[in-house]
Nanobody, 127 residues
């Protein structure tokens, strides 16, 4: 059974930091390095949007313009885990954050290219 489990969300003040984690399990992820991983977010009353993606080897990353320079995506293939370090958080970053896995070797930014999704973790940034 494929499973992606996010953790690390919470309430933080503007300017603060959080580190999200996403643990992947299941037979499909026995070769975790074959999967590109992405983070998406969905704020209340808004559509889900791309945040960041990383390729299978972890040597290529992509970011939404809104988080570039503040967020960092990384992965630990030995432990089937992907991270999102979020610094200088702003109230506009408040959203549910979702981890997703793609069978593509590259790091796509379109949600339809990710067949596997976690349940999400909520991030709230207070002003």
């Amino acid at each position: 059974q494929v499973q992606l489990v996010e953790s690390g969300g919470g309430l933080v003040q503007s300017g603060g930091s959080l580190r999200l984690s996403c643990a992947a399990s299941g037979r499909e992820f026995s070769e975790f390095n074959l999967y590109a991983m992405g983070w998406f977010r969905q704020a209340p009353r808004k559509e889900r949007e791309f945040v960041a993606a990383i390729n299978g080897r972890g040597d290529s990353t992509y970011y939404a313009d809104s988080v570039k320079g503040r967020f960092t995506i990384s992965r630990d293939n030995a432990n089937n885990t992907v991270y999102l370090q979020m610094n200088s958080l702003e109230p506009e970053d408040t959203a549910a954050y979702y981890c997703a896995a793609s069978g593509l070797r590259t790091a796509p930014r379109w949600s339809y290219e990710y067949p596997y999704w976690g349940q999400g973790t909520r991030v709230t940034v207070s002003s």
